[in-house]
């Protein structure tokens, strides 16, 4: 079995994108581009995956975590100097090595994999992954010589008038063999335009050797897309917001308005999903079967059940059960868990609460850090009042419970199974199982009293 490694360029700053975030990890929907190149490399399931990081650096490791291992690049002198700076984890290994850029967000497994199998099986030393551009512009050239064998990589700055009207681009993304690579890097020099070590020289200095070099050209432009600024990165999005949502609805999903609905890269759905317009769904969602999400729902790692209905909301970081019907207008917020058949309607926020089945807060209600149990009826206008300023208390309402409208439960407080809280109390003391609980100043109607009132004015 051949070795597989991956060297992934990370390092420059991205001065061309004017931000105070360094270039990699501006997102595409949602992921940040270096992360999507990593992921994608992932898949191929590599004996070694290391990150070229310098700008930056501390960031983009906190952002890729355990995905990658990492090497510094302390100055940076070029993308040939970028990849030699992984020379003590990788040289005189025997394998294949891929080098990808961290700004190609739309790079995909399966043109990684046939570009390593097209190398394999041509026992080329060096492959490249080209592509035809419409305009070739600020890309390095391919040059092929009389027979159409690839010669060198010429870029934009160093071009000839001729050279330029190439319309074949490097991707910058290659298959090497990893210990030709790491030689071929001591002889690339920084004799030209931008005084950088190129990598795309190492295909020169292995083409004069006589090694075969081969190029694996991509049918899909969208997948050599290399984001330098923010014009570029605004096609990434389109296009990747694009192959999203065209994957989905192929897999049966109906997206009303595909060129407004923003769904992240690893976002998964069931069978027969609805998605209606103005919709952002993103992180690790899972949304199951017949569920409908939107108008206007913003819904980010969260599992959602099947059959339910979340209108004109926004929820985080929760689980939503099966026929759940969420809004308009509601706010699920972290860590909060709701069982099957349960109801939040308008203007409810739900934070850090569990729902069990069949409970329901219908209108204008803020449920944070309680424990509601199962059938539990919260009427308009209650309050769990869980915080004193300083600390923060739970609420538990049991199993059948019924709060009546206009109510506050100071927390820590429990109400019993089956209790009734009357509507306008504020409940501070627990309330046992199958009570009612009254805890508001009596009526007292004062007879005539408007009719003296008035007779007064006069
Ligand atoms: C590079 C290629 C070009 C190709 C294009 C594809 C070179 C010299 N040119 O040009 O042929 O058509 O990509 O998008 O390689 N980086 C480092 N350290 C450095 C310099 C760069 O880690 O010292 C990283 C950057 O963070 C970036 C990647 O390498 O992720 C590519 O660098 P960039 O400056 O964007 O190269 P391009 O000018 O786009
Ligand atoms: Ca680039």
Do not use: W
């Not at 940076?76 to 005189?92: F, K, R, S």
């Not at 109906?254 to 069931?270: C, E, H, L, Q």
Request: hydrophobic share 35%; with cysteine.
């Amino acid at each position: 079995m051949t070795q597989k490694y991956a060297v992934v360029l990370a390092a420059g700053q991205g001065t061309r994108m004017k931000s105070k975030l360094y270039k990699v990890l501006h997102p595409v929907c949602g992921k940040p581009m270096v992360e999507h190149v990593v992921d994608q490399l992932n898949k191929l399931e590599l004996d070694e995956l290391i990150s070229v990081v310098g700008f930056g650096a501390e960031k983009v490791q906190d952002q890729l975590g355990d995905k990658s291992q990492y090497v510094v690049q302390k100055e940076q002198l070029g993308t040939g100097h970028a990849v030699q700076q992984a020379e003590d984890i990788l040289a005189n290994k025997e394998g294949v090595t891929i080098v990808a850029c961290g700004d190609t967000p739309l790079l995909t497994k399966e043109t990684l994999q046939n570009m390593m199998n097209h190398h394999i099986e041509t026992g080329a030393k060096a492959t490249i992954l080209t592509a035809h551009a419409e305009d070739p512009t600020g890309y390095g050239r391919i040059i092929r010589g009389g027979n159409g064998q690839v010669e060198r990589i010429v870029e934009q700055k160093d071009a000839s008038e001729d050279e330029q009207a190439v319309q074949e681009i490097n991707t910058g993304t290659y298959c090497f063999d990893n210990k030709e690579l790491f030689e071929s890097l001591q002889n690339v020099s920084n004799d030209n335009a931008q005084g950088e070590y190129y990598l795309p020289d190492v295909i020169q200095i292995l083409q004069s050797q006589g090694e075969v070099i081969s190029a694996y050209q991509t049918t899909d432009f969208s997948e050599s897309l290399g984001v330098n600024d923010r014009v570029a990165l605004s096609k990434a999005e389109k296009m990747m917001k694009q192959r999203i949502n065209e994957t989905h609805m192929r897999n049966g999903v109906s997206i009303i308005d595909p060129d407004n609905t923003y769904i992240g890269p690893d976002v998964t759905f069931g069978q027969d999903v609805t998605v209606y317009p103005g919709s952002i769904v993103d992180g690790d969602s899972h949304i199951e079967d017949d569920a409908i999400i939107g108008p206007h729902s913003n819904i980010t790692q969260c599992n959602v059940g099947e059959g339910t209905v979340i209108k004109q909301s926004v929820a985080a970081n929760s689980r939503i059960g099966a026929r759940v019907q969420v809004g308009p207008f509601a706010h699920i917020r972290p860590d909060s868990d709701l069982g099957n058949d349960v109801k939040i309607g308008n203007f409810v926020e739900v934070k850090k609460a569990e729902f069990g089945d069949g409970s329901k807060a219908s209108h204008l209600s803020y449920i944070g850090d309680a424990n509601v149990g199962s059938g539990v009826n919260i009427g308009c206008g209650t309050i769990t009042v869980n915080y004193d300023g300083h600390n923060k208390f739970l609420t538990t309402i049991e199993d059948d419970a019924f709060i009546g409208c206009n109510s506050n439960l100071v927390a820590p407080v429990t109400v019993g199974k089956g209790a009734y809280v009357a509507a306008g109390s504020t409940i501070n003391q627990d309330v046992p199982a199958e009570a009612l609980s009254i805890a508001r100043s009596r009526q007292t109607n004062k007879e005539g009293y408007a009719t003296k009132f008035q007779n007064k004015k006069d």
